[in-house]
């Protein structure tokens, strides 16, 4: 079992920033990258940015140069800095953590925190 704790969202206005943190525990041996998805209403859970243990970044197109996203492999912990944020990055982030386990590759999600831009 793996828990994920996340905390950061809230509101904030256009142009405002807010930083993400999600904290990872339990049955970890192995964690292959870490990460954070959205999901706005009516949408589908898109990817946000993630990071594999050997520091490769991946971000979507719509927040780069915008997103930051950082790892603390000791404490495996993930933070995504957002900063600019628009009224279309209003959704709920989750936080996603991939494991290498025996038997595969394992798959873990947070409970997801609102995220919400004002214009």
């Known amino acids: 079992q793996v828990q994920l704790v996340e905390s950061g969202g809230g509101l904030v206005q256009a142009g405002g920033s807010l930083r993400l943190s999600c904290a990872a525990s339990g049955s970890i041996f192995s964690i292959n990258s870490m990460g954070w998805y959205r999901q706005a209403p009516g949408k589908q859970r898109e990817l946000v940015a993630t990071?594999?243990?050997?520091?490769?970044?991946n971000y979507a197109d719509s927040v780069k140069g915008r997103f930051t996203i950082s790892r603390d492999n000791a404490k495996n912990t993930v933070h995504l800095q957002m900063n600019s944020l628009k009224p279309e990055d209003t959704a709920v982030y989750y936080c996603?953590?991939?494991?290498?386990?025996?038997?595969?590759?394992?798959?873990?999600w947070g409970q997801g925190t609102q995220v919400t831009v004002s214009s």
């Open positions: 990071e594999t243990s050997g520091g490769s970044t």
């Open positions: 996603n953590v991939v494991i290498v386990r025996m038997s595969g590759l394992s798959y873990s």
